[in-house]
């Protein structure tokens, strides 16, 4: 087989720079280690920012986000049993973010591909990359029994933190920066409409709390857990008993509780790998770097590393090597800021038992300068809401 760029990974990020360069003509093969259904059933981010939700309509997939898509103009922060509003949409300029799951994005994704006919190899096992340092490199995976080969221009790896493309750089060509963090989120999913119309981020000294939703009668909430919890040890009761308990007293009491239909747990890191291009070799976002949760940024990291990415792989076959040169700069200067930015959510609002009793009154005291602050709650909304594809 023989295409212009050869994609692995089928999440968002494949699916979408798929897209993307579908639609200025530039022929692309997505490969997937898991089935369909199984990239499916991944419950993941949900909260995108306007050049995410910009960038999903330039590919064509945006109609159904826009229909159904939760505009959300502020977030709460939530200690010392109160709530405190942080006006994202007026603090910023005007912006705000949309609360759309990505599953669903995944969805719109996987349903453009498949109508414009393009070809998306599922559940293939064995993939290896080969002569990404020449003009040629391969693509070599297992079918029916048989090995199978895609020689193609480019190859963009977009199969997350444990995939086989950022596997396959060379030794020594690869620098990276890991923060991995003491405690993990237990996650639910349940059919009941949310505690609140914005996002509560909760600091409370039994951990950090997230209470979050995909519609207005789907809710998704988290808490703090240890590293060493099991889900098993976690049922419903003693999740919404334990949410309860971290929640001002007003929320608490209007909490609609409900059956889990999804239940995780994943522990919190931090990851940055450098450089994000190997001769014909390009990452984009898991497979090059992780951020924890707390900021909303891992899926529209992802979007703006395809943003670059696009431009770049479109640029080269227009005949200009500029934008294919800079890839890796521009995409790591965005990805650091927002690095820097979650580790900050994360550190303000989690319990951090080796900090102790000190480490805790600093973030009570950090916690009220912010909420007393338009100049420190300004810095929190532009954050919140996306730097743009070009900070």
């Known amino acids: 087989m023989r295409t212009q760029v050869a994609i692995i990974g089928a999440g968002p990020a494949g699916l979408l720079l798929g897209q993307l360069l579908h639609r200025e003509g530039i022929g692309n093969v997505v490969l997937e280690l898991r089935s369909q259904a199984h990239v499916l059933s991944r419950i993941r981010a949900g909260v995108l920012e306007q050049g995410t939700v910009d960038l999903l309509g330039k590919a064509g997939v945006g109609q159904r986000l826009q229909a159904e898509g939760l505009p ?33 994005v995944t969805h719109d994704l996987m349903n453009a591909r498949e109508a414009a006919g393009l070809t998306t190899l599922y559940a293939v096992p064995d993939v290896s990359l080969h002569g990404f340092d020449t003009h040629q490199p391969t693509v070599r995976y297992t079918r029916d029994g048989k090995e199978q080969e895609i020689v193609c221009d480019f190859i963009a790896g977009c199969d997350g933190y444990h995939g086989v493309s950022r596997a396959s750089v060379p030794p020594g060509t690869l620098q990276t920066y890991e923060r991995v963090y003491p405690f993990g989120w237990l996650g639910i999913l349940s059919d009941t409409p949310p505690v609140s119309d914005e996002l509560i981020y909760v600091n ?4 950090f709390a997230l209470c979050s939703m995909r519609s207005k009668t789907r809710s998704r909430y988290y808490v703090q857990c240890s590293l060493d919890d099991k889900l098993d040890g976690w049922s419903d009761t003693r999740f919404w008993d334990e ?17 889990s239909i999804e239940k995780s747990m994943a522990p919190l890191r931090s990851f940055v790998a450098e450089p994000l291009r190997f001769g014909r070799l390009v990452l984009a976002g898991d497979a090059a770097h992780i951020v924890p949760p707390t900021g909303a940024k891992g899926l ?5 590393d395809v943003h670059f990415l696009w431009q770049a792989l479109g640029g080269h076959y227009r005949g200009s090597a500029t934008e294919l040169e800079h890839y890796s700069e521009r995409c790591l200067a965005r990805v650091w800021k927002a690095e820097r930015f ?15 009793a000190f480490g805790q009154r600093l973030q009570q005291a950090e916690l009220n300068y912010l909420v007393q602050s338009k100049a420190a709650m300004t810095s929190l909304a532009e954050n919140y809401v996306g730097l743009g594809l070009e900070a």
């Open 72 to 104: 959300h103009r502020g977030i709460e922060l939530c200690f010392d049993g109160s709530r405190h509003r942080v006006d994202i949409h007026g603090l910023s300029g005007g912006k705000q973010v949309v609360v759309y799951g990505q599953t669903e």
């Open 204 to 207: 409370h000294p039994r951990g």
């Open 243 to 259: 949410l309860r308990r971290r929640l001002d007293a007003e929320a608490a009491e209007r909490l609609v509780t409900g059956p």
């Open 300 to 304: 529209n990291l992802a979007a703006s």
């Open 342 to 356: 979650s580790w900050w959510m994360t550190s303000l609002l989690h319990k951090f038992p080796e900090n102790g």
